[in-house]
């Protein structure tokens, strides 16, 4: 620690010290017993003083007002009057004492003065309590509702200084003490060295405590493995000026646990299949070659043995390719191609199937459309799409390819008249291993690796991909790509 950021530190302490006992004064002075304590110790010492002087001129009975005030706050309009009456009564034995002028109507006034200004002053002191008591109990449903979540919350001022915070926030502060004074920033700084990215994480640190702009991040701390996931964002006032940031906090730790496991299954088990997998297919190829000696029964095994082959190989390319997404490893071969001869080869191969489960599959292109793209791949996204519609259209449906130029750019739609998907599922459809309920219920075969696929590659192209649907009516994915 430099000199100059312990002699910050050193002083932050202070303050927070001196800003502690500051609070603790204050809570003690204003509690009702003190208050009315003080009130009548003020009336009593007014009245003494009076006496000490001597005077009890047109102004002295002024010195009873604070005190009048004091006990009004605590005990209510009625006991207002009562203190009113009480302090015009020692302000007349006063007079008596030091043998005062004894006008009536005076005293009257006075009385009447310190009588008003007690029972103004309760019912004021009541609506303020009432008004107190209403805004204490919305503060604490709003702090139990925070309280109630699982991210820790916490809203700042402008500068990062903390206004209110969460239970969930403060617990993890605790856990990994964090020091209570000094802004957001710097209380997480001190926590730098404990994480996988200590330069990164004071990078992040630094950048947030001078720009407000919403920000999401995520580290691991490498003492305990345990993964944080924070969000932070400007709060606006009505007027449109900046009140401060909201900062959350969640910890994340068994979802990347998990996504860890899942990786290394992953890879395990295509790593595993990939060599038996190679022998099958290796047989089937040689068995083909005496496809003509075989009985009627042998050539439907070795037909049943091929396709499924076929279809293990394909989930073990996917799974490959998807774990190649994942560590950003994903290979182009970017080249001249055609949009419109993809989408050809695409439905030319996908037609067999069409046929068989007597689906209509049309094919619409308007002319040549250049790109520099990786062919394969974007075969590979075609396939994917045009199986998926064929896969959930009913027998009697149809699936439509469109691929047209629109604003410097190639389109590309697949559109079926199939089961469609849940509007509320829309959101996880692009997720790994993600399958539609409507798929689940009806036992439609599948991995849910197709779309995370297509949009990789989609998107690893420069491009954009979307999907609308309407269950019960069909589903349509449109995919846009810069053109050459």
């Known amino acids: 620690m430099t000199v ?21 004064l204050a809570a003690i002075l204003l509690r009702r017993p003190v208050l009315l304590a003080l009130g009548t110790l003020g009336l009593l010492g007014s009245f003494a003083g009076l006496i000490a002087v001597g005077d009890t001129g047109r102004l002295a009975a002024s010195a009873f007002v604070p005190w009048v005030i004091v006990l009004a706050s605590q005990v209510g309009p009625n006991g207002g009057a009562i203190a009113g009456l009480g302090a015009t009564a020692l302000y007349a034995i006063a007079v008596v004492e030091v043998g005062g002028p004894h006008d009536a109507v005076a005293l009257t006034v006075r009385m009447a003065a310190l009588t008003a200004i007690g029972l103004g002053t309760g019912l004021v002191s009541r609506r303020i309590s009432s008004d107190a008591q209403e805004l204490q109990a919305t503060t604490a449903l709003q702090g139990a509702l925070l309280d109630s979540t699982l991210d820790g919350i916490c809203l700042t001022d402008p500068d990062g200084n903390v206004l209110l915070s969460n239970a969930p926030l403060r617990r993890i502060s605790l856990e990994f003490g964090l020091p209570p004074f000094g802004t957001v920033s710097e209380r997480l700084l001190t926590l730098a060295d404990r994480t996988t990215e200590p ?28 993964v944080f996931r924070g969000y932070t964002a400007p709060v606006w006032k009505a007027d449109g000026s900046i009140l401060g940031r909201i900062w959350t906090l969640r910890e994340v730790t068994s ?3 998990l996504e860890r496991l899942r990786d290394a299954f992953v890879a395990a088990v ?3 299949l990939r060599t038996p997998l190679t022998s099958i297919s290796g047989f089937v190829e040689m068995l083909e070659d005496e496809e003509e000696t075989l009985g009627d029964a042998a050539r439907s095994y070795l037909d049943v043995i091929r396709r499924g082959t076929t279809r293990l190989q394909r989930i073990v390319e996917d799974l490959l390719l998807v774990a190649q997404i994942e560590a950003d490893r994903l290979e182009l071969r970017i080249g001249a191609t055609d949009l419109g001869k993809i989408a050809a080869a695409a439905v030319e191969e996908a037609r067999p199937t069409a046929l068989e489960k007597e689906i209509e599959l049309e094919l619409h292109t308007n002319g040549a459309l250049p790109l520099a793209a990786d062919a394969g791949r974007l075969g590979q996204v075609l396939d994917n799409l045009v199986s998926n519609a064929l896969k959930f259209t009913l027998p009697g449906g149809s699936v439509a390819v469109t691929v047209r130029g629109a604003d410097g750019r190639a389109v590309l739609e697949v559109a079926d008249t ?21 798929a689940t219920r009806r036992a439609i075969p599948g991995t849910g690796l197709g779309l995370v696929i297509a949009r990789a590659i989609v998107e690893a192209h420069g491009g954009a991909i979307s999907l609308d649907s309407n269950e019960g009516q069909g589903t349509k994915v449109t995919v846009s790509l810069p053109l050459a």
């Open 255 to 257: 979802d990347r646990h």
């Open 199 to 226: 330069d990164r994480f004071k990078e992040r640190m630094l950048a947030l405590a001078t720009n407000l702009e919403p920000s999401s991040d995520e580290f691991e701390f490498g003492d305990s493995g345990r």
């Open 4 to 24: 100059s950021s312990a002699a910050g530190h050193y002083a932050g302490e202070r303050r927070y010290t001196f800003a502690r006992i500051l609070r603790a």
């Open 270 to 272: 295509s790593h595993e």
């Open 418 to 438: 199939g089961i469609g998907i849940p509007k509320d599922e829309m959101g996880q459809l692009f997720s790994r291993f993600y399958r539609a309920s409507s």
